[in-house]
């Protein structure tokens, strides 16, 4: 399992209480020092003007969602054939030379349908890359495994696991394919398409100010990652390695917007929160191994709250602002031993968190699926030591995920 650069000593010291559910690190491949400001852009194209703005091969905009019509060509997986229908966003330039792109989608799926997001860039002067493609996903696992493809280096690009990672590029370019099977009548569709773009120092530098959402924690509901130890193997397992679908069932569960009884029929009775078993079921990426892919989660959790895109914030000032509009936010961090006072655990290489509120005094009032028993996950971590170990480990990383009753925050922001 991949970790975040920088903890892997330290998480060997406590291995048997260390998770490592996250991935990505932020790392950027140009070193960038302290002071270089956090470069963010997140554009998404989600509506039926916006779709419009892209390339269509096969497929028609309809009441803001992009939709199968008719097959371009056919395309081989898994001994099976399928026809194939695309859309090709924009050149979009983020203002700056970036070093990663992360992409979001929402889609759906239906009977023996899928679909792959690819992407290449340009530089300053006009160089195109090839494409890569970043994931082939489905919402359900009976007809293909959701995957993500491998780093596919080359031209300066690669890809790791949901990351695509450059020398810097000015410009670049979505592909998404939609499959179904030839000759039938399925019309998958999607309904958005997110790229987050950065540029970002590898340090999290001075801490932030206490600000928007002191003093309020959303009444987000606390589920264990640690009561499913050893479930489901070929997902996983359960336990250390369920963070991220666990924090994104809390979100969920806050909208009240969880699967219903009859997806998860085939869970256990006696298993806690079994609605957790199948966001790991439904997140699980099989060439990664495992249920931390982020835009995975994302998508998972995008039709059913509504809208879930994958960015990273500049500071716990951003996530006030985020709390203060009611919407928690799953951010990803790393951290080894006394670096983050009162966790469940004494170290971690990559680990998902809720935030769900402030202290009146700025302080992080989270819900920590590493906690071993339901009662233990709602913490309260000191400011400077949580926003040092989520900037420092992913560079702000964030599941933003939300419902129609709760907006994203009003005003200029690059990064939602």
């Not at 650069?5 to 406590?14: D, F, H, K, M, R």
């Not at 009548?185 to 950065?198: E, G, H, I, K, W």
């Not at 050893?230 to 666990?246: D, I, K, M, R």
């Not at 569960?253 to 079994?274: A, F, I, N, Q, R």
Request: glycine share 10%; charged share 20%; with cysteine.
């Amino acid at each position: 399992m991949r970790r975040f650069p920088g903890y892997v000593a330290a998480a060997a010291l406590v291995l048997a209480t260390t998770t490592a559910c996250a991935t990505a690190p932020h790392e950027d491949t140009l070193v960038l020092t302290a002071g270089t400001p956090r470069q963010i852009d997140l554009h998404d194209w989600d509506s039926s003007a916006a779709l419009r703005h892209g390339t269509l091969s096969g497929t028609r905009v309809s009441n803001g969602r992009l939709v199968f019509s008719a097959s371009t060509g056919t395309r081989s997986l898994g001994g099976r054939t399928y026809d194939v229908a695309g859309w090709t966003s924009p050149w979009r330039k983020p203002g700056f030379d970036f070093t990663q792109l992360i992409a979001s989608w929402s889609a759906h799926t239906p009977a023996d349908s899928w679909l792959d997001v690819q992407v290449r860039g340009r530089t300053e002067s006009m160089h195109t890359t090839s494409w890569d493609t970043l994931a082939r996903w489905a919402g359900g696992d009976k007809h293909i495994s959701r995957t993500s493809l491998g780093p596919q280096g080359d031209d300066g690009t690669s890809v790791d696991v949901d990351t695509w990672k450059t020398a810097g590029l000015r410009s670049y370019q979505l592909r998404v394919h939609l499959m179904r099977r030839h000759g039938s009548s399925t019309r998958p569709s999607v309904d958005l398409v997110a790229a987050m773009t950065s540029r970002i120092p590898a340090t999290a530098g001075a801490t932030s100010k206490p600000g928007p959402g002191d003093g309020k924690v959303l009444p987000v509901p606390r589920y264990s990652q640690m009561v499913h130890r050893g479930e489901f193997p070929q997902w996983g397992g359960g336990g250390e390695a369920w963070c991220s679908p666990t924090s994104t069932s809390m979100v969920l569960g806050y909208y009240k917007k969880l699967p219903h009884p009859s997806s998860y029929s085939w869970v256990p009775k006696k298993v806690t929160d079994p609605w957790v078993d199948f966001a790991a079921r439904s997140t699980y990426d099989h060439r990664y191994d495992g249920t931390g892919n982020w835009p995975f989660n994302t998508a998972y959790a995008a039709p059913r709250a509504g809208k879930a895109f994958v960015t990273r914030l500049r500071s716990l000032r951003e996530a006030g602002r985020f709390i203060a509009a009611g919407i928690p936010v799953v951010v990803s961090v790393a951290f080894g031993p006394g670096q983050l006072s009162g966790a469940p655990i004494s170290a971690s290489n990559g680990h998902l968190i809720v935030i769900v509120g402030f202290t009146k005094k700025g302080d992080v009032v989270v819900n920590d699926p590493a906690s071993s028993t339901t009662a233990g996950v709602r913490r309260t971590y000191d400011r400077a030591q949580f926003e040092r170990v989520w900037l420092d480990a992913s560079g702000g990383m964030a599941y933003i995920i939300h419902d129609a009753a709760h907006p994203l925050p009003q005003g200029n922001a690059t990064n939602w």
